[in-house]
């Protein structure tokens, strides 16, 4: 799999703030590995798509989500700024399955839109990018999956795994999740927005 080219800024650009954001946990040893192996990944590049933007009437969320996030943290502006550039480019849909304990709204109050993977700008299966939004109020249903995942946080929101309780991470958290655990998140009275990486090993 070759380098990014140089001259193509928008996905570098994106992934570079996104490393930076999630370099505030590489203190942490359950979580480093996994950061390291993500970001060497980001060095390389898949091949690149297009044609497949598209918004649900959820998105409409984005734009407060996003603002809500710079005037929070000064430190996730860049990352906020990056992600906006990427944003119009891709296909936001819903997750195609349902699971447990999601809310009566979650499935006209979410969507979720992958960056880089296999319905992502670039297509790749090593790496997967993307993001998640929940309108207000809403509860994603449980669900799991293999590849060790690492979320930050653009917004206010809850997230839990395994039988641990909710906890908040803030703007510009992050949360680690082990492979196969269960895990969820829930937006209270605003939209949550998370930026989700997956390292598919």
């Given amino acids: 799999m070759p380098e990014r080219p140089a001259g193509d800024q928008g996905i570098p650009r994106f992934l570079g703030s996104l490393m930076n954001a999630l370099a505030t946990r590489l203190g942490d040893p359950g979580v ?15 091949s690149r798509q297009s044609g497949g933007a598209s918004r649900l009437p959820v998105c409409a969320h984005l734009s407060g989500a996003l603002e809500r996030a710079c005037l929070a943290s000064g430190a996730m502006e860049d990352l906020v700024e990056s992600f906006a550039a990427v944003e119009p480019l891709l296909n936001w849909a819903r997750r195609p399955a349902g699971g447990p304990f999601a809310s009566d709204s979650w499935l006209e109050g979410h969507a979720n839109a992958m960056i880089i993977g296999p319905a992502g700008l670039e297509s790749r299966g090593d790496l997967l990018v993307g993001a998640s939004l929940l309108a207000p109020r809403v509860r994603y249903p449980d669900h799991s999956h293999a590849p060790e995942e690492v979320y930050v946080v653009l917004s206010p929101g809850r997230v839990k795994h395994g039988a641990t309780p909710w906890i908040e991470p803030g703007i510009g958290g992050t949360f680690h999740n082990v492979p ?7 937006s209270g009275d605003a939209p949550l927005l998370a930026i989700w990486s997956l390292w598919n090993a």
């Fill in 32 to 46: 480093s590995t996994v950061i390291a192996e993500i970001e060497l990944a980001a060095e390389l590049t898949g």
């Fill in 180 to 186: 196969d655990v269960t895990h969820a998140m829930e």
